[in-house]
């Protein structure tokens, strides 16, 4: 029983953290501009995207182009006049990579809509194949998956303490900065008012007011 519940345990985690980390979604292309995705991703994360259109008129077979891109502006995948495709890639560095959708070809004049399914780090693996490779299956196929659910948690929560700290630094010193600011704000004012003084002082003494 106590092995049983650890692998229903590590099934739940791991079927959360693959859902986190895939992410299907019905994309309505117009028949003029395009429609685009962006994820963030993290920098050495495996990514998967499945594409494919769907046919709403028979006597229609209308096809896509498709451009991913970087958070930099590389591009990672290109394909022009397909109904179903796949990219794969590593990713190179931290930051939003966009995909983008538009329709090409004779079918300018209709709506099409299209299935994005984005798996992205744990949910992109290819567990089949490590079972095979590592020689494993079972409850230790699950703990392998837990193992490396939790790791890629450890890493993603590292990420945000190191985010938070940033975003903390960032703001002392725009506090710093405002503080300092402030500060010389009211010497400008004080020493308007002074030399205000000052010249209403002479102006009443050569009118021998004073």
């Known amino acids: 029983m106590a092995r049983g519940g650890a692998a229903a345990a590590a099934a739940a985690v791991l079927w959360w953290w693959m859902a986190a980390g895939a992410e299907a979604v019905w994309l309505e292309i117009a028949p003029s501009g395009s429609k685009c995705v962006s994820e963030e991703i993290q920098s050495n994360?495996?990514?998967?995207?499945?594409?494919?259109?769907?046919?709403?008129h028979h006597h229609a077979h209308p096809t896509v182009s498709v451009k991913v891109t970087s958070p930099f502006g590389d591009v990672v995948h290109k394909k022009e006049k397909v109904s179903m495709e796949q990219f794969s890639f590593t990713t190179a560095e931290?930051?939003?990579?966009?995909?983008?959708?538009?329709?090409?070809?004779?079918?300018?004049?209709?709506?099409?809509?299209?299935?994005?399914?984005?798996?992205?780090?744990?949910?992109?693996?290819?567990?089949?194949?490590?079972?095979?490779?590592?020689?494993?299956?079972?409850?230790?196929l699950e703990m392998l998956k837990l193992e490396t659910a939790v790791q890629s948690i450890h890493e993603n929560l590292?990420?945000?303490?190191?985010?938070?700290?940033?975003?903390?630094?960032?703001?002392?010193?725009?506090?710093?900065?405002?503080?300092?600011?402030?500060l010389l704000s009211l010497s400008v004012c004080v020493a308007v008012s002074v030399l205000q003084l000052w010249h209403l002082q002479q102006y009443f003494r050569k009118k021998k007011l004073i």
């Not at 495996?46 to 709403?56: F, K, M, Q």
């Not at 209709?110 to 409850?139: C, F, H, P, Q, T």
């Not at 938070?164 to 710093?176: F, G, I, L, P, Q």
């Open 94 to 140: 931290a930051g939003n990579y966009l995909a983008c959708f538009w329709i090409d070809g004779e079918d300018r004049k209709l709506m099409v809509k299209l299935n994005l399914d984005w798996k992205i780090g744990i949910a992109a693996k290819d567990w089949d194949s490590v079972a095979k490779r590592e020689k494993i299956e079972g409850v230790e």
């Open 158 to 182: 590292l990420l945000l303490k190191s985010k938070e700290a940033n975003m903390r630094d960032v703001s002392e010193k725009t506090n710093a900065r405002i503080t300092w600011l402030s």
């Open 45 to 56: 994360v495996v990514v998967i995207g499945d594409y494919s259109v769907l046919y709403e």
